[in-house]
């Protein structure tokens, strides 16, 4: 039986200023199927969902419903095509409740409107689904998950056929994650068309029928799901599988330098982030974390920081000759955390103001030391290849990498014993990459315990000694990164979600 197609585009295009956000991107939704479309960070997926559901109009192509071209304006315009779309950022009422929040905005129906009646059928239609919902709860009592759950039934009691998901697991416990899968499955059941944005290749696997994935603005390739893997994903998702070359030398004199012993460690909700979490770094070496996004590398980071509290387990440091254990205060532990404008720097102040809020202390007498600060600032910028128009501009108006490298540049300046980063490259292009790549590997050199999360299993594989690998909070794996294999971390990166599927590893 060949389907019938629920939605088309072709062509579509979308700048902002210089850059195609899409460029030229066909895409196919075939009735009743789940859709995954996948892509790294940036890669546009966002944009071309905000352009099915009426928040963009596109500069160039088509869109087609049901066969017959269409032109969305507007939500409103989408929804009277049967579109619905749940974003990432949700867009509740926190004091109203779930049904008045769900039935909130709709035309009353032919004679009056009656939430009586309006909660009866919002109800079974939650039971027709398999949703959990009280309809009474107010948002602002809601976890995350019951937040999202409105806003899906929001857009089913609007009538949708196609709903779109934009990264809806990106909030969610694996747990939830399975929850809202099986829903996804009954929607489909039902005859509802679905797109499901995610960057996870593994619930690609587990819940498309087919997969569109994007790479820089472009439909890189659609598959049928059940041809694909998590290398064929991953090749599509970076193109072609390159030797990326990076430098990599032996490790240098590696003595113990950290120490990690059972570690757990709760996350905002109170749920543990990290479970009995033990490992070793050394100097000398880069330790790599791998893990698909949100297995607890975050709170890892933030707890070797010391900016967390563990509930349980031990962090111990050690003297550079790894013999002695040392307080952490007479380690220096420097941090270039993900959130590099909210957490690493102050987005409004310029570069040497930034350098000066790590080393303002040095100042000699009750002013504070500029000139330091200053040629500092100066030489990130000459070693590190900033791109900047003048000194006194702003931080927030560099671009994402040139923010990474003062951020980076600035947290070497305090020579480190432990050097700390997360997604060192993320979102830089090649050469700025290679660039923080190479300092790394200079740091490793001078001895420092560099201790990395990255996302890119090519990167990882090349750029660090030695990989723990996590999965749902838990360490999965630790490999030595030289003799693993991609195939290997892949399925340790996804471990833990194998063994719920076979059973209960609740948490
Ligand atoms: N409102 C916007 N203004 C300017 N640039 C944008 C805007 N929204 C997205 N972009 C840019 O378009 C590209 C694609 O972004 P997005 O669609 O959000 O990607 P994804 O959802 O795959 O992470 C990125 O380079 C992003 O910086
Ligand atoms: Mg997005």
Not at 292 to 307: C, M
Request: charged residues 25%.
């Amino acid at each position: 039986m060949s389907q019938e197609t629920a939605l088309q585009l072709k062509g579509v295009t979308k700048y902002f200023g210089e850059t195609a956000a899409n460029d030229h991107v066909d895409l196919e939704l075939k009735k009743g199927e789940i859709l995954a479309v996948l892509g790294e960070n940036g890669s546009g997926k966002t944009t071309l969902m905000n352009m099915i559901s009426g928040i963009y109009f596109p500069d160039k192509g088509h869109i087609y419903v049901n066969g017959k071209e269409v032109s969305i304006g507007s939500p409103h315009d989408a929804f009277d095509l049967g579109i619905g779309m749940v974003h990432q950022h949700f867009k509740l009422i926190n004091v109203m409740s779930a049904l008045e929040n769900i039935v909130l905005g709709m035309d009353p129906p032919e004679g009056g409107f009656s939430l009586q009646k309006a909660r009866k059928s919002v109800m079974s239609l939650a039971h027709d689904y398999g949703f959990e919902l009280d309809p009474n709860k107010k948002v602002y009592n809601m976890s995350v998950s019951e937040k999202q759950t409105v806003e899906i039934i929001k857009v089913l009691y609007r009538g949708a056929d196609i709903l779109i998901l934009d990264e809806p697991t990106a909030v969610l416990t694996p747990q939830e994650s399975d929850k809202l899968f099986n829903v996804l499955r009954s929607m489909k059941d039902h005859g509802h068309s679905i797109i499901i944005i995610t960057h996870k290749l593994n619930e690609v696997l587990e819940i498309s029928d087919r997969v569109t994935v994007l790479r820089k603005g472009k439909n890189a390739g659609t598959a049928a799901t059940r041809d694909m893997t998590v290398d064929l994903l991953t090749e599509m998702m970076v193109g072609e599988k390159v030797d990326l070359d990076i430098w990599r030398t032996d490790p240098a004199e590696p003595r113990k330098r950290l120490k990690l012993k059972d570690l757990t460690v709760l996350n905002g909700e109170g749920l543990p982030a990290l479970k009995d979490v033990s490992f070793e770094a050394n100097s000398g070496e880069i330790l790599g974390i791998a893990g698909i996004s949100g297995s607890g590398q975050k709170e890892l980071l933030e707890t070797i920081a010391g900016l967390v509290s563990p509930e349980s387990g031990a962090i111990s440091f050690f003297s550079k000759d790894g013999d002695k254990e040392v307080d952490r205060k007479d380690v220096t532990l420097s941090f270039v955390p993900e959130d590099r404008l909210g957490m690493g720097l102050v987005a409004s102040m310029n570069v040497p103001d930034n350098v000066m809020l790590r080393s303002y202390r040095d100042g000699k007498s009750r002013f504070v030391e500029r000139k330091g600060p200053l040629e500092t600032a100066k030489a990130i910028i000459k070693s590190l290849a900033v791109v900047i128009p003048d000194l006194s501009i702003r931080i927030s108006s560099l671009s994402g990498g040139n923010v990474q490298k003062v951020l980076l540049g600035r947290e070497i300046s305090l020579s480190p014993d432990i050097l700390l980063v997360a997604y060192p490259a993320r979102g830089l292009d090649i050469n700025s990459s290679f660039t923080i790549y190479n300092e790394l590997n200079a740091q490793k050199q001078k001895g420092v315990c560099v201790i990395c999360v990255i996302e890119d299993l090519d990167v990882l594989m090349q750029l660090t000694d030695r990989i723990v690998v996590l999965s749902g909070g838990k360490v999965s794996g630790i490999r030595d990164a030289r003799t693993g294999t991609k195939e290997e971390i892949g399925l340790l990166m996804t471990s833990s979600e194998k063994k719920k599927a076979e059973g209960k590893d609740g948490k």
